[in-house]
């Protein structure tokens, strides 16, 4: 686990190498996504590091409000990603996504049941090229009594990467995490 890398400069990450030329052979390489918390700790996960370990399954919050850092990426081409937070709402007035439209769409979804999602299209920006990733900068509320968040990417080529289950657990909560 590495520490929250600031959102100007995960954004900077990304956009810098936002539009490449396509891939002339066969793209088999997954998307990767990588996911900043803060909320009591400050952490960054990843889709590529081992969370088998019950304690890197999970984050301690002080509180109801977490901002959140995503990026998502892939060098052969994005088709579309999301990020979901359950019981949990997204403040899309706090929503802030990189590169802007019409470049990458994106919308929030809080439903009755107490799902809250972001959801992100990527616009293919010309023959022959490709988007290679966006961010996302948000802050959502989690229930008191423990959230999960889960997030997904396909690329172009139908590559696909889930970020599996991730728990937003309470101080008080007895549960070992990652910061305590």
Do not use: H
């Not at 929250?4 to 990767?32: H, Q, R």
């Not at 996911?35 to 996960?45: E, F, K, P, Y």
């Amino acid at each position: 686990m590495k520490y929250l890398v600031p959102a100007g400069a995960a954004s900077f990450l990304v956009l810098s190498a936002c539009v490449t030329d396509a891939p002339t052979s066969p793209d088999t390489e997954d998307p990767f996504i990588r996911v900043g918390l803060s909320g009591g700790a400050r952490i960054n996960i990843d889709t590529t590091e081992d969370r088998s370990d019950p304690t890197q399954q999970c984050i301690k919050a002080s509180g109801t409000n977490v901002d959140v850092n995503i990026i998502w990426s892939d060098p052969g081409g994005m088709r579309n990603a999301s990020f979901a937070v359950f019981p949990g709402v997204i403040d899309s007035s706090s929503v802030a996504v990189g590169p802007d439209a019409p470049d990458v769409t994106w919308r929030v979804e809080n439903s009755p049941s107490g799902r809250g999602s972001i959801i992100i299209g990527f616009t293919p920006p010309g023959p022959g090229e490709v988007r290679t990733g966006a961010t996302a900068d948000f802050t959502m509320r989690v229930d008191p009594t423990g959230s999960a968040i889960t997030a997904d990417a396909r690329d172009t080529s139908g590559n696909q990467v889930v970020f599996d289950q991730f728990d937003i657990r309470q101080q008080d909560d007895a549960i070992t995490c990652i910061n305590g």
